[in-house]
């Protein structure tokens, strides 16, 4: 099994609705898109993240005619509803239409006011380079790398150890990186019956371990 992982560009008022919506200016952009779904309706379903002035996000949403349905978590996740565009609809079909499988999630980013999303696309040679080659003519592409799939190599989570990953979940349910933040060493010590100053241990080799997956660096795997 093979991966390849793309940039791509495009004409914000083109392609999705809330593009050229969530802007910089706005104060509110999306960061990322964790699932997509066509529905029978002619739109789609979505869930991404929202970077911003949440309370600003809604009001657009709120105004935007091709939003039908939306709800906003205070963390910033949001379902929206919307009406499908001609070029969504055929970009999308680059994975509906082929033996390729897209990993979640999609990040975006925005640079000088252009707006770009990368993705990772997995399958066989023939499949993937038949799915690229179908990509909308309107949509700039760029490869940002290609290979043989490893798990380790896209799971950063992969890079925990069980014990580790029993401390990230109950720091990330108790609110410890939302922001402002939640929860303190302390109170997830509580929970884990363990000491303070162990939590803070965990937490470090949590995050080096999976900042180094990201950035395909050594990690430290050691346990406190």
Known sequence: ???????????????????????DD???????????????????????RLRGDLDAARSILDSVSEVRAFDVSAAGIAYIHYESSPLMDRL??????????????????????????????????????????????????????????????????SSLTDRQREVLDIAVRAGYYEVPREATHRDIAAELAVAPGTVSEHLQR?????????????GTDGEP
């Open 1 to 23: 099994m093979r991966y390849t992982t793309l940039r791509l560009g495009w004409d914000d008022t083109e392609l999705h609705p809330l593009t050229a919506a969530f802007t």
């Open 26 to 48: 706005a104060g509110v952009s999306i960061e990322s898109l964790h699932y997509v779904n066509s529905v029978g309706d002619g739109g789609y379903t979505e869930l991404s």
């Open 92 to 157: 999308l079909a680059v994975v509906f239409d082929h033996a390729v499988v897209l990993t979640w999630p999609v990040t975006f980013a925005r640079s000088n006011g252009n707006l770009s999303a990368q993705l990772t696309l997995l399958g066989t040679e023939d499949a993937l380079s038949q799915a690229i080659t179908t990509i909308p003519a309107e949509i700039d592409v760029s490869l940002v790398r290609t290979g043989r799939y490893e798990a380790s190599a896209h799971d950063p989570l």
């Open 206 to 218: 949590i995050e080096a371990n999976l900042v180094s997956a990201l950035v395909g660096a050594p």
